[in-house]
């Protein structure tokens, strides 16, 4: 009983770190798609490939200046 409770916990242990690097990771992605001009264009980018379709041109008006 005592193997099993101990593998239990370590497995707790384990995924719950996973999630942690995962949800660090996912913070990171959001932070460098919502705050920086290339993650900017990269948003721009995929709208205007998946919201378009072959009869129709979508395009942003996101204007940068460098």
């Known amino acids: 009983m005592n193997q099993v409770v101990r593998f239990l916990r370590a497995t707790l242990r384990y995924g719950l770190r996973v999630l942690g690097v995962i949800a660090v990771v996912a913070l990171l ?4 798609v919502g705050f920086t001009t290339p993650g900017a264009r990269l ?3 995929a709208i205007e490939k998946y919201a378009a379709t072959p009869d ?9 200046r460098c």
């Open 29 to 32: 992605l959001v932070a460098f």
């Open 43 to 45: 948003v721009a980018w």
């Open 56 to 64: 129709q041109i979508v395009r942003s008006l996101i204007r940068v």
